[in-house]
Each structure stands twice: as C-alpha cells, then as structure tokens.
C-alpha cells in the first residue's frame, strides 16, 4: 500500500475495536489486512477498562504525533462520531460529577429529565431529542452537579488538533438499503466465525454489565443465548437488529455532526486513489 514514498498507517477510531476481547464482534481488521500496512490502536484496551473517548484521543494525539515525526499519514479509520468529535476539537473540562446527582438523574424516567432539563437549561433542551435519554441525562447532570450549563463548558473546549494539522477525510455514506442488507448478513456470520466464544469468555469473567465492552453490540444478544434464554435464530435476529439501528444512529451523526465540508462519497466504493492519493506522495 505504499505509495510515493509516504508510509500509510491506519490508526483506529471505533470505539470497539480498541478493546482486544472482541475482535470478531467489533469486526475488527483481520490479520491479512493488517499484513497490508501498520494498524495502530486496535485491541490495545482490556475489556474491563473502559476507554472514554477522552482515553482514545490523548492516545491517538501521541500516535499521529509520532507518526508525522517519522513522515508517515495516518489515516484514521471508524464510525465512532464522538471519538473523532474530540480529538479534533477537543474535550470541555468539566470536572467530576458528584455520583448522588447523578444518581438521581439517571434514576428518572426520560419524559421527566427532559421537562427538568427544560427548565434548568432551555437552550440544550430545544437542541436534544425528547427521547434521546442519554444526551438528556448529560446535560443535566452536568448543569446540576457544575451549576453550569453544558454548552457553557464546551466554550471552553481543550485539547483539540483541528488547527494543528492539515485535515482531509471523507464521509461514507452508502445506500441505506445496501447498509441494511450487510448489517442482515454479517451477524450470523460473525456467530459462525467465532462470536460465541468471545461472549462466553466474557462472561465467565463476571465483569459488569455497564463496561462498555459487555454493551457492545451482540454482546447482551449472544449472553442471553449462551444462558439458553433464546434460540439462535432470535439471537441473530436482535443482533442484526440492534445493528441495523446503530448504522441508523451513525448515518444521523454524519449528517448532522460531521464538518459540513468534508466530501460525502455515497455509493457502495470508495475511490481511495481519487480523494487521498496526492497525501501518499513526497
């Protein structure tokens, strides 16, 4: 894959396959590509050390600082929106919040938070979904644990590469239905290649179910089949459900979050040597 003269590195940005438990699930790069050039960050987290999308971009600060001091490109390659969110623009300092508050927060029902969240900070409230729980939650906890708002905090943002390096990506977006059709096929696939055991390993080390790595999609799916609560055919059918809605999830984000002008390529292929060519050249 060298080209120039230039080295290509792939550097990972989905936040599954930093975590080296679940690399059939996460679909994370097989040998053979990685055979092809240097991969970085993949499987480098135990499952039960969680890895914040904070945790991910102070690593990949260093490892695309190392790589321009050896004149490689990094190409940073996943769907997790979030992690590529602060990397390149950086984290809001906010500090802990106290485990009470949220305690309470995330002990109300969403219709509830989101009412509260109207009267404590309107402005993040009209930008939020009332079903999106999870941003919902955030936002008021932050406002009530901080006494300060969480767009506030996100004036003052830190941390970020955006300015201190030359940008160049590219958003794919493929037909929804071509999506879809993959997402129907690659779960049961992922049971025949070795999913089971990867959740069966898991398990049997009893970590909790709020790790990151034990909600990972198929995780709870292929669990509840190994403890015999479903047939196969169900555990397939969830999986693939579960993961026809997260490509949904990411499609929204890459509408409505990535840079308006990063390219949208969105057929099935994308022309590598058309967009990315000219960084691989001395």
Same mark, same amino acid.
């Given at each position: ?7 290509? =590195? ?7 396959? %930093? ?7 996460? @679909? ?12 970085? &960050? ?34 940073? %390659? ?13 984290? @809001? ?43 919902? @939650? ?32 590219? %958003? ?26 990867? =959740? ?6 009893? &970590?909790?179910?709020? &790790? ?12 509840? &089949? =190994? ?56």
């Amino acid at each position: 894959m060298k080209k120039s003269g230039r080295e290509p =590195v792939i550097v990972n940005a989905d936040s599954m396959q %930093v975590y080296a438990d679940i690399p059939i699930l996460s @679909a994370a790069p097989s040998q053979a590509e990685r055979e092809q050039c240097e991969h970085r &960050l993949y499987g480098e987290w135990d499952g039960a050390d969680p890895c914040s999308a904070a945790d991910w971009a102070a690593r990949a600060r260093e490892e695309i600082a190392d790589l321009h001091g050896k004149g490689a490109v990094p190409i940073l %390659v996943g769907g997790t929106g979030m992690y590529l969110k602060v990397l390149i623009e950086g984290i @809001a300092p906010i500090p802990e919040i106290d485990p009470e508050i949220r305690s309470v927060v995330r002990a109300m029902d969403t219709p509830t938070a989101y009412k509260a969240l109207g009267i404590e900070d309107p402005v993040r409230a009209a930008e939020l979904e009332p079903g999106d729980s999870q941003r919902i @939650a955030r936002a008021l906890e932050v406002k009530r644990s901080t006494g300060v708002t969480l767009g506030d905090w996100q004036q003052a943002k830190t941390g970020g590469i955006g300015e201190a390096v030359s940008l160049h990506a590219a %958003v794919h977006m493929p037909p929804r239905q071509w999506v879809y059709d993959r997402c129907d096929t690659r779960f049961a696939q992922m049971l025949d290649d070795g999913a089971i055991e990867e =959740v069966k390993a898991l398990l049997a080390r009893d &970590l909790s179910p709020d &790790l990151p790595v034990m909600r990972a999609i198929g995780v709870p799916e292929i669990a509840r &089949l =190994v403890r015999g609560e479903i047939t196969r055919e169900d555990a397939i059918a969830a999986g693939a459900q579960s993961t026809r809605q997260y490509a949904k999830r990411q499609f929204t984000w890459l509408r409505n979050q990535s840079p308006p002008g990063w390219p949208r390529v969105e057929s099935e292929n994308i022309d590598i040597d058309t967009i990315f060519g000219s960084l691989f050249q001395d």
